[in-house]
């Protein structure tokens, strides 16, 4: 009887598609840490060089990201996510604030009018996590803090297609943020409690003119993105 050919190229294709599906599905959540290399050879029945190839793969897609020292995280949940984000990446701080706004503004103006009793509570519970989280004086700690109560306004319009394409670029706007936290005081504080409150208070208006207002002086002290 002949032997089996053993097709290396679909197996790494089916590992690769398998560990794409974890992301997919929200076993690996987005900014999550993956489970280290012989934990997926173990889980997965692949050998070792089959699940470096797989997660390299999903690396060059930008759903995946090395850390050295750190380990592997998710950074996008799909590839039209990374692709955007790739773009977003390469543009300049100014055009991504300016993007963000456009973005959180309209969020903020459907989330004022969509939000419901558990929205609310969460965006309060997240509104004190982020003054937490900048007595702590921790940088990646605060921009984590911010971001999530910003994901949150965004979940709060229960629009999953808003919801996608955000979370697809929160990366990038992560990076940016870093140069606005390092201060000793949060000067945004009120702001962001505002914003919570013309939500929960149901007033569109007023959540996206104290969007405007978070976001515009960081745009006004960008520098001009070049024409191309």
Request: charged content about 25%; aromatic content about 4%; glycine content about 8%.
């Amino acid at each position: 009887m002949p032997r089996p050919h053993f097709d290396r190229s679909a197996l790494s294709t089916r590992v690769t598609d398998l560990f794409r599906s974890q992301v997919t599905d929200g076993t690996w959540p987005l900014g999550s840490k993956i489970p280290t290399e012989s934990e997926l050879v173990a889980w997965s029945g692949a050998g070792r060089n089959t699940v470096r190839e797989a997660i390299g793969s999903l690396v060059q897609a930008g759903i995946l990201r090395r850390e050295q020292g750190r380990g592997t995280f998710v950074v996008s949940t799909s590839d039209l996510r990374s692709s955007v984000s790739r773009r977003v990446a390469a543009t300049s701080r100014r055009d991504s604030l300016e993007l963000r706004l456009a973005l959180d503004a309209a969020a903020a103006r459907i989330a004022a009018v969509r939000r419901t009793e558990a929205d609310t509570e969460r965006l309060a519970a997240l509104l004190h996590e982020r003054e937490h989280a900048w007595a702590g004086g921790d940088a990646h700690e605060r921009v984590r803090a911010d971001s999530a109560l910003h994901r949150a306004v965004v979940g709060a319009t229960h629009n999953l297609l808003m919801q996608d394409v955000y979370d697809g670029l929160l990366g990038v706007f992560e990076e940016v943020q870093l140069h606005d936290v390092a201060g000793e005081t949060d000067a945004l504080a009120q702001l962001h409690a505002d914003l919570v409150e013309a939500i929960v208070d149901g007033d569109p208006d007023r959540a996206a003119a104290t969007m405007s207002t978070l976001l515009q002086p960081m745009i006004n002290g960008a520098e001009p993105a070049t024409p191309s």
